[in-house]
Structure formats: C-alpha cells, structure tokens
C-alpha cells in the first residue's frame, strides 16, 4: 500500500513541476511577443517611394493591357505592388532541403 502512494505522490510532483514549466514557457512567449509588438517599426516609412496607384499613367497601362487580355472593359481599383524577394528566402530553401533529407518513409 505504501508503494501506491509513494508512485501517487511522485506521480503529483511531476505534474506539478509540468504545470510550472508550462505556465513559465506562456509568460516567456507572453513577455516575447509583448516586446516584439513594441519594437516593430512604423508600416510605411515617411521615407519611403509613392504607392504605385497613385500614378495614373501606370493605372492607364494596366487597364489597357487587361482590357486587351480580357477583352472586356476593366475597372482597376487597387494597384498593389508585391515586395522583392530578399535574402530570408535562401535560408528558407535551405533549411527545406535539411528537413527534407531528415524525413522518414520512403524518398522519391
């Protein structure tokens, strides 16, 4: 009977110290992104080129160029320029190839 609750009490102290490290873990990701949400600069730079709706001419070509793939009369409402790929892709790509050669099962 002792052993019984012997393994109980052990089995306790071990949720127990699971349950600090979890509440630790959410305080830290708490506090990291509390910081992170501080810290993150302003969404457009006071420094930074026009957005490309705001050209006319260039709204004028797209239109031009949808209404002859189209074949129908277009509307342009947002012009909406996509960012350059940067460095950050190269680093993806490798850590893709890692992950790639740890998979288990069978490779094709």
Known sequence: MEDIILASKA?????????VITAFLYVLRYLAERSTASAQEPARPVT????????????????????????VPVRIHRVRMLERPSADNWARAGRMDVMYSHRVGPKS
């Open 11 to 19: 089995f306790g102290m071990v949720m127990v110290g699971m349950i």
């Open 48 to 71: 930074q080129e026009p957005e490309p709706g705001d050209d006319p001419e260039l709204v004028a070509v797209l239109a031009a160029a949808a209404h002859s793939t189209l074949g």
